[in-house]
């Protein structure tokens, strides 16, 4: 695609609720990275997949938090028995390099806002 | 654990003046990424600095990186009302595969 595509745009859940977060990254793209971007603060690091190979998961906040890529393009963070503490907007950001993100440029999805009432 | 802090965190400024965004961090890092960000909207890069002394411009935004002090700084010249947003310095850590990002500087140019 054209672009990084995250949806939904906006979701909100009953304290308790499942819930699951899809992130579309730019074709071709090996390296896909969610973030947690509370209210007015910077982004904070949750997981880095290479490929389907999950290969830093140390920012997950959890073991509510869990993250996939089964076929190395299409990612999905799914948040168990949401809290309140929760809600923030979910970034994901992918990179064409095998390597770091730090090596290539990193391009970002809108993101989804997660409300948690 | 790479930590990165900016200053100031909130800016107010006047159309067609110029002033400087900070951006420290603690550990080594080579390579250093300014993102912008509009009210509802994801990060749009705008800078990628690369190596110590690097300096880049767009327009009225210049960025630099000196990875002795570990400091860049976002230059703003001449603002405009278009420039008023949330602006992200961003590092990265040799030994992660993140990118660490400052707590970001919400920037308004007022007429």
């Known amino acids: 695609g054209a672009g990084v595509s995250q949806s939904p745009r906006y979701k909100v859940a009953k304290r308790g609720q499942d819930v699951a977060l899809r992130c579309d990254p730019i074709?071709?793209?090996?390296?896909l990275f969610w973030y947690q971007q509370a209210l007015g603060q910077g982004p904070e690091f949750l997981t880095y997949?290479?490929?389907?190979?999950?290969?830093?998961k140390s920012g997950l906040p959890s073991d509510r938090f869990f993250a996939e890529r089964p076929e190395g393009s299409v990612s999905t963070l799914k948040i168990q028995r949401t809290q309140q503490e929760d809600s923030a907007v979910y970034l994901c950001?992918?990179?064409?390099?095998?390597?770091?993100?730090?090596?290539?440029?990193?391009?970002f999805g809108q993101g989804t806002r997660l409300t948690v009432v | 654990e790479l930590k990165v802090e900016q200053n100031p965190l909130f800016l107010s400024m006047q159309e067609g003046k110029n002033y400087t965004i900070y951006c420290n961090y603690s550990?080594?890092?080579?390579?250093l990424y300014w993102y912008r960000q509009d009210p509802g909207k994801s990060l749009e890069s705008l800078f990628v600095?690369?190596?110590?002394?690097a300096v880049k411009q767009e327009g009225r935004l210049m960025a630099s990186l000196d990875t002795k002090a570990r400091l860049s700084t976002l230059h703003i010249t001449a603002a405009v009302h278009d420039l008023s947003a949330t602006y992200f310095c961003?590092?990265?850590?040799?030994?992660?595969?993140?990118?660490?990002f400052g707590a970001g500087t919400r920037l308004t140019v007022k007429p």
């Open positions: 950001a992918s990179t064409s390099g095998r390597t770091t993100v730090m090596n290539t440029e990193a391009f």
């Open positions: 074709s071709g793209h090996v390296s």
């Open positions: 997949f290479q490929n389907e190979a999950q290969l830093d």
């Open positions: 550990t080594t890092s080579d390579r």
């Open positions: 600095l690369l190596s110590n002394g």
């Open positions: 961003a590092g990265g850590d040799y030994n992660n595969n993140d990118m660490r």
